[in-house]
């Protein structure tokens, strides 16, 4: 464009317009220059939008230029943050049995700015939707039979714009003295598949160390049948995610069942000399190669959790590409690793989760900085969605939390549970203070760049 010579030394006049846009998508801007005699200069690239009204200076369009730049450089960390993150809470199954309760829970995830809900529909060895493999829960005996609670929080969820994901408690499916009603009931129908202590004792009722009854994850046809309940889902329901809780043993005293103690002897034959192997095997000790072999028998137990992990999330992701895999987690890595055989921190790297949700549900703020700063490290590229234990965190703890994820550079936070916050869904107190601060404009979930190429993020 030609400029008439009046242009230059003129009084200068701008207003400057910056508007942003959601997070998740590359901002764009717009300059344009103008001076009192209509002379114009126009510009646009990427990240804001802003317009420039001014005249004169040529000169004045690289100053306008250098500004753009500034701003850009001091709001798109904000930008982004405020757009741009994960607010998600644990829904507990006692909000899964009334078409009631689940109109109000996502109404209250609307009102409250929260994007994500993980609903629990596998509770214990039971199923809140139509499933293959499982009986449907005992809570759901008012409801009609074609009454379809995760159908229903997925219809009501991406009405409101908010994603689903579906929680599968993994090997955690009983929890008291008295039997299942159901006769197909894993408990009923397949005693031989559940955890024994080292003293060949089955725990139904929680005690002091664990909350009951759990498989065994190194039951082939228990790690058959927690595929087929996963892959049900992701097969048959329009979530945007599934979410593995009790996916670990409960401590170190599990599992010491006969299947795991045989399974374990091939494992270490493959490794020893005949003379070896004869030794031990004539042994009277039940556990021979358990105490023989302790660092191998805890490796053992990891290899199980790890490998039902990475099996049902190729699975998962070859049946529905785009879908996000999560798991919640013990946020101290070394009792994970130890006592509960949950490596975390291997299937990160391994990528074999695409969302990593440590249950950091300490009141102690010091605390939960370092278990959610490790967290947060060890993530590999992938997300993480920082838990916030609610019923024991008050208002102004759970802001600083957040604001703590996004210094730490966490996608978000997720709280424990629905009903600690809601108060059962009978107060909005809670939420209403940290929507007046920390929440107060809605956000995107961000998007998983590597699930991009699977065609659905």
């Known amino acids: 464009m030609a400029h008439p010579k009046n242009w230059i030394n003129r009084v200068v006049y701008f207003s400057i317009n910056y508007n942003r846009t959601p997070a998740g998508d590359i901002p764009l801007y717009s300059v344009a220059v103008d001076t009192p005699q209509h002379v114009g200069y126009n510009a646009s690239g990427n990240m804001g939008s802003m317009t420039f009204i001014w005249g004169t200076n040529l000169r004045l369009i690289v100053l306008?230029?250098?500004?753009?730049?500034?701003?850009?450089?001091?709001?798109?960390?904000?930008?982004?943050?405020?757009?741009?993150?994960?607010?998600?809470?644990?829904?507990?199954?006692?909000?899964?049995?009334?078409?009631?309760?689940?109109?109000?829970?996502?109404?209250?995830?609307?009102?409250?700015?929260?994007?994500?809900?993980?609903?629990?529909?596998?509770?214990?060895?039971?199923?809140?939707?139509?499933?293959?493999?499982?009986?449907?829960?005992?809570?759901?005996?008012?409801?009609?039979?074609?009454?379809?609670?995760?159908?229903?929080?997925?219809?009501?969820?991406?009405?409101?714009?908010?994603?689903?994901?579906?929680?599968?408690?993994?090997?955690?499916v009983w929890g008291s003295s008295d039997l299942p009603k159901s006769p197909d009931h894993i408990v009923n129908k397949h005693p031989d598949w559940l955890m024994r202590t080292k003293e060949d004792t089955v725990t139904l009722a929680p005690t002091k160390h664990t909350e009951g009854a759990y498989t065994c994850p190194s039951n082939p046809q228990v790690k058959e049948h927690i595929r087929n309940c996963f892959l049900d889902v992701v097969r048959n329901y329009d979530v945007d995610g599934i979410n593995f809780d009790f996916v670990r043993y409960p401590n170190r005293n599990y599992c010491y069942c006969n299947t795991c103690l045989s399974q374990f002897k091939q494992w270490m034959d493959k490794e020893l000399s005949p003379d070896q192997i004869e030794a031990l095997s004539s042994s009277p000790e039940r556990l021979a190669y358990v105490n023989a072999f302790p660092q191998k028998w805890d490796d053992f137990r990891r290899k199980q959790i790890t490998e039902l992990v990475g099996q049902i999330y190729r699975r998962a992701h070859a049946i529905k590409p785009g879908i996000v895999v999560s798991a919640d987690v013990f946020p101290s890595y070394d009792d994970a690793y130890n006592n509960r055989f949950q490596d975390w921190k291997l299937w990160m790297k391994m990528g074999i989760l695409d969302l990593l949700c440590p249950m950091i549900y300490t009141p102690d703020f010091d605390e939960w900085t370092k278990e959610a700063k490790d967290?947060?490290?060890?993530?590999?590229?992938?997300?993480?969605?920082?838990?916030?234990?609610?019923?024991?965190?008050?208002?102004?703890?759970?802001?600083?939390?957040?604001?703590?994820?996004?210094?730490?550079?966490?996608?978000?936070?997720?709280?424990?549970?629905?009903?600690?916050?809601?108060?059962?869904?009978?107060?909005?107190?809670?939420?209403?203070?940290?929507?007046e601060t920390v929440y107060q404009t809605p956000a995107e979930v961000p998007a998983m760049d590597w699930l991009k190429s699977e065609g659905n993020q």
């Open 64 to 172: 306008a230029s250098i500004v753009l730049m500034l701003l850009e450089v001091t709001t798109l960390g904000n930008d982004l943050q405020a757009f741009s993150e994960a607010r998600a809470i644990w829904v507990v199954r006692s909000e899964a049995t009334s078409p009631e309760k689940i109109r109000n829970v996502v109404a209250y995830a609307k009102k409250n700015n929260f994007n994500v809900l993980i609903v629990q529909v596998r509770g214990r060895g039971d199923a809140f939707y139509k499933s293959n493999y499982e009986p449907r829960s005992e809570a759901l005996q008012d409801q009609p039979p074609d009454f379809d609670p995760l159908q229903m929080y997925i219809d009501e969820c991406h009405k409101a714009g908010i994603q689903i994901h579906a929680w599968l408690n993994t090997h955690y």
């Open 375 to 435: 967290a947060v490290d060890s993530a590999n590229g992938r997300h993480v969605y920082l838990g916030i234990g609610a019923w024991q965190v008050d208002i102004e703890g759970s802001k600083r939390r957040i604001e703590k994820a996004r210094e730490l550079g966490a996608q978000g936070v997720s709280f424990f549970a629905y009903h600690s916050i809601s108060k059962d869904g009978t107060d909005d107190e809670y939420m209403a203070k940290l929507k």
